[in-house]
T-cell receptor, first 115, second 112 residues
Framework: DQQVKQNSPSLSVQEGRISILNCDYTNSMFDYFLWYKKYPAEGPTFLISISSIKDKNEDGRFTVFLNKSAKHLSLHIVPSQPGDSAVYFC??????????????FGKGTLLTVNP | DTGVSQDPRHKITKRGQNVTFRCDPI?????LYWYRQTLGQGPEFLTY????????KSRLLSDRFSAERPKGSFSTLEIQRTEQGDSAMYLC??????????FGPGTRLTVL
């Protein structure tokens, strides 16, 4: 039972345009959401996060939107650059006790930004 | 800025052998996590330490797996009697105080 779903395995975008990556979740106890970027043979790199008490968080070219009622979040990258090409993972956490914010990840979306 | 480091980066072993991986978290982080990632999947939680205490273990962590964080600093993950199904990327992450976790480069394990 996958609690975090990224239904698009891949996305291709032209340089300079907007990239929109989507994520859905099923566990109502999740209260913090994160996006990570991963290059091959490297560990995930933290990009941006959002608490469930907010509906938007922005950091430079990256904006995350959260719709709690729909259990849906999205990552917008504007403008997209070729260096953004990577696998993007959506992750969610809940405090399961002892300040354990273990992350539950989606399967990832491969973003390709074409020059 | 010293991030999370992991050693070795790659390990090839024969089925039935024991392997041990090391993780050095960011120095001021008291929370340490181990995850496993297989091809086409996102990382999956294995275990969590707060300082030296192991507070949660996933059901993915069979009896052949053991993790320690003896002095609340570095951590080791040992797999005994490795099986081909153990082949994966093993990721370590640390955090404090926010929920954001920072990952190391991972150890790629191949069991022949």
């Amino acid at each position: 039972d996958q609690q975090v779903k990224q239904n698009s395995p891949s996305l291709s975008v032209q340089e300079g345009r907007i990239s929109i990556l989507n994520c859905d979740y099923t566990n109502s106890m999740f209260d913090y959401f994160l996006w990570y970027k991963k290059y091959p043979a490297e560990g995930p790199t933290f990009l941006i996060s959002i608490s469930s008490i907010k509906d938007k968080n922005e950091d430079g070219r990256f904006t995350v939107f959260l719709n709690k009622s729909a259990k849906h979040l999205s990552l917008h990258i504007v403008p997209s650059q070729p260096g953004d090409s990577a696998v993007y993972f959506c992750a969610a956490s809940e405090d399961s006790g002892g300040s354990n914010y273990k992350l539950t990840f989606g399967k990832g979306t491969l973003l390709t930004v074409n020059p | 800025d010293t991030g999370v480091s992991q050693d070795p980066r790659h390990k090839i072993t024969k089925r039935g052998q024991n392997v041990t991986f090391r993780c050095d978290p960011i120095s001021e982080h008291n929370r340490l996590y181990w995850y496993r990632q297989t091809l086409g999947q996102g990382p999956e939680f294995l275990t969590y330490f707060q300082n030296e205490a192991q507070l949660e273990k996933s059901r993915l962590l069979s009896d052949r797996f053991s993790a320690e964080r003896p002095k609340g600093s570095f951590s080791t993950l040992e797999i005994q009697r490795t099986e081909q199904g153990d082949s994966a990327m093993y990721l370590c992450a640390s955090s404090y105080p926010a929920p954001e976790q920072f990952f190391g480069p991972g150890t790629r394990l191949t069991v022949l």
